[in-house]
């Protein structure tokens, strides 16, 4: 089982690309196969495009994770409330980079004012992928207490799904004088704070890595500082090599500032002072490694100091102009950004292996031995129908062909290659509304003119009805519906698939059905199941559309064609018989039903994970569980609920539904020879784009 890891700020300015990028380097070194994803770039400048973290990683590991999705993008989908939109862009993004892995390390979004939608959308990331989540600290300046209370509130942000913290930027001599730590090294500082934040006592949470501050981490380049201050070069020397330590700002005379004269110190002083010039070219002559000179102000230094000195500047010592005055260029240094400059390998592989060792290795090791198992979470389950769908594009027609959300669907799923959608009604009529509406109907979008196909098939339907005392002239009644029509074309292998429901009730699109495709030989009954599609999980509820009252033996036959049903949209099935009695707890007719059918289905699949029966929340809820069925293999993590009649089964995904504000797909029709599913006469546009696509891997499992 693949385990995910999400990479989540409990604050600013915590280093989280520097973890995150060391944690795949922490799992290199345990020989585990790991890879990469930021969903979303952050670019760290306005001018910047891209993602840092994205480039560190292909820059020093042989990983090559896709493009994050620019931010301008997400924000823009945000905006226009696509929320769901941009998660499955995500998903799909996620699968291409978590491909050949066993462990993917996701980096979670920073909250800034870029992008001040980040801390929500960590929660939603970590609900979409499924994902555990690695709280990433920084101790900083502050008490323990402040400390605890930050970690505190993210774990409960991340409720039973934490797998543990990171603290970076450790700091020994900060903590002696915060936090009271007398010891000496990282490792008694990191055994001091477990011991004296009661949440990592309190929330049995793990402490799995503690980063000590590094002053070389944060060293920027020469190169990095001139870019970022857009300084004239005046002399390059070992700009690209030479790393930042220390900023000094020179103004007094030469006795009084070479204390400054320090490999690595960076001095910034007025082009107009030669004395200081020379003296810092004189020091570097003399094998101190300064980190460079910056001259400040409108005028430039004296050519005559400058020819002095060119053989201290031929020697590596970088100078560099700007125009501001010193205190500004002073101020604008001890502002500028530390973050590692994309093309810094060296930084970064430091970065990297100052977190690795940081690392818990036992914890890497114990964290993957479990199992980890992983819910298929709404946008994935989207994504996955989709794509599956457009592997295979099947012809599936349309009845209500001039209902507007019918018509937007038709053409986003002939432009995503999701399906070949055929619209019954007339092309005229169509294509006006479609003006009305702004949009743009593509050449690949099919409009069949029931007009002009209705009479051929009046002779096949005369046939097929013939039991029942069909003629001529019911016949071509009959066929002025367009869902009998369409059903029709299914039925004579025209089309491969029929949705309809938007304008019709469930009776208008299931009774044609019935009456032409009819069941599949390895089905007792035809059924149906709907997808609830919770925050963190999609659920299979059976049947809660078609059979009001169904025996032990068709209920059996529900529970497996839903448990079939499951395992083909991509859900490991685990099947709860729903009852109000857990396994004997209650008695009655009801009861037996249920007891019957749940020994059918043990008897003729075996295979199948199925337990019951069980009251809704028996089987739903882990602690309830534990009580009324501790030694259930379903109880409390079911996803499978199959009901005893429709009166529980209709009136508990409605309830589901409506107060959990729960997106439902279906119902699916399942136990037809051919594909017909249903639509809500409420259904959204993406409603019924997704029933489309589940329509169309039907289609493909028929094949």
């Known amino acids: 089982m693949k385990h995910v890891f999400l990479t989540v700020p409990t604050g600013a300015k915590v280093g989280l690309s520097t973890v995150s990028i060391g944690l795949v380097r922490a799992l290199e070194r345990q020989g585990v196969r790991v890879s990469f994803f930021k969903p979303i770039a952050q670019p760290v400048t306005p001018d910047e495009s891209g993602d840092r973290s994205t480039s560190f990683i292909r820059a020093v590991t042989t990983l090559t994770p896709p493009d994050p999705i620019p931010m301008e993008e997400a924000k823009k989908l945000l905006s226009e409330d696509h929320l769901e939109l941009l998660l499955e862009n995500i998903i799909q993004r996620f699968e291409e980079a978590s491909a050949n892995a066993d462990v993917v390390i996701v980096e979670g979004l920073l909250q800034t004012e870029r992008f001040p939608m980040g801390a929500r959308l960590n929660s939603k990331l970590a609900q979409t992928l499924s994902s555990k989540q690695i709280l990433v600290s920084a101790l900083g300046n502050r008490s323990l207490d402040s400390f605890n209370k930050e970690i505190e509130l993210s774990v409960s942000d991340f409720k039973g799904r934490v797998a543990g913290v990171v603290i970076n930027k450790a ?11 007398d010891g000496i090294g990282i490792e008694p500082l990191k055994q001091f704070i477990i011991a004296n934040c009661p949440v ?9 890595g503690m980063i000590p501050h590094d002053e070389k981490l944060l060293a920027p380049r020469v190169s990095d500082v001139a870019r970022l201050m857009q300084a004239e070069i005046l002399n390059e020397g070992d700009m690209a090599n030479r790393r930042v330590f220390h900023i000094e700002l020179c103004a007094r005379n030469v006795p009084n500032m070479l204390h400054t004269l320090k490999t690595g110190n960076l001095l910034v002083t007025p082009s107009d002072r030669s004395d200081i010039i020379m003296t810092a070219s004189m020091a570097s002559l003399n094998g101190t490694r300064l980190a460079g000179l910056v001259l400040t102000s409108d005028q430039r230094p004296d050519e005559r100091i400058v020819k002095l000195c060119n053989m201290a500047w031929k020697g590596g010592l970088p100078v560099l102009r700007v125009g501001k005055t010193s205190f500004e260029t002073a101020r604008d240094l001890y502002d500028m950004n530390l973050e590692i400059a994309p093309d810094d390998n060296d930084r970064i592989n430091q970065a990297m292996e100052t977190v690795a060792i940081n690392i818990n290795s036992n914890w890497i090791r114990s964290t993957l031995s479990s199992e980890m198992k992983r819910q298929l979470s709404p946008p994935a389950f989207r994504h996955m129908l989709t794509r599956s769908a457009r592997k295979t594009p099947k012809r599936i027609v349309l009845p209500e062909g001039d209902e507007p959300r019918t018509m937007q669907a038709a053409v986003n799923c002939t432009e995503r290659g999701i399906a070949k959608c055929v619209l019954l009604g007339n092309p005229y009529a169509i294509q006006m509304k479609a003006d009305a509406m702004g949009l743009s109907l593509p050449t690949g979008l099919e409009i069949v003119n029931p007009d002009v196909i209705r009479e051929r098939y009046v002779p096949s339907l005369v046939e097929m009805r013939k039991h029942k005392n069909m003629t001529e002239k019911i016949a071509r009644d009959h066929l002025e519906d367009h869902v009998m029509l369409g059903t029709m074309m299914l039925a004579h292998d025209e089309v491969d698939g029929l949705v309809s429901g938007a304008v019709h009730s469930s009776a208008n699109t299931v009774r044609p059905a019935m009456q032409l495709i009819k069941t599949k030989p390895t089905a007792k009954i035809a059924s149906s199941v709907f997808f609830m599609c919770l925050p963190d999980q999609v659920l299979v509820y059976g049947d809660c559309a078609i059979n009001p009252d169904p025996n032990a033996e068709q209920l059996a036959d529900i529970a497996i064609q839903s448990a079939d049903s499951a395992k083909a949209f991509g859900i490991d099935p685990l099947v ?14 009801d009861v ?25 929340d028996a089987a739903a809820i882990a602690d309830v569980a534990r009580t009324k069925a501790p030694d259930s293999p379903v109880a409390g993590k079911a996803n499978v609920f199959i009901f005893p009649d429709l009166n529980t089964g209709n009136t508990t995904y409605k309830a589901v539904q409506r107060s959990a504000n729960v997106i439902s797909i279906g119902p699916m029709l399942q136990g037809l020879r051919k594909p017909v599913n249903d639509l809500s006469r409420g259904a959204l546009v993406d409603d019924i784009i997704y029933t489309i696509a589940l329509t169309a891997v039907q289609a493909q499992q028929n094949d």
Not at 200 to 208: A, G, Q, S, V, Y
């Open 171 to 181: 700091n020994i001599e900060t903590a002696r004088e915060t936090i009271n730590f």
């Open 576 to 589: 709860a018989m729903i009852s109000y009695s857990t396994l004997g707890s209650g008695a009655g007719a």
């Open 200 to 208: 990592f006592k309190n929330e049995d949470l793990e402490l799995i």
């Open 592 to 616: 037996d039903k249920v007891v019957e059918a749940t020994r059918l289905v043990k008897e003729l699949r075996p295979d199948l994970v199925v337990d019951g029966p069980l009251q809704y």
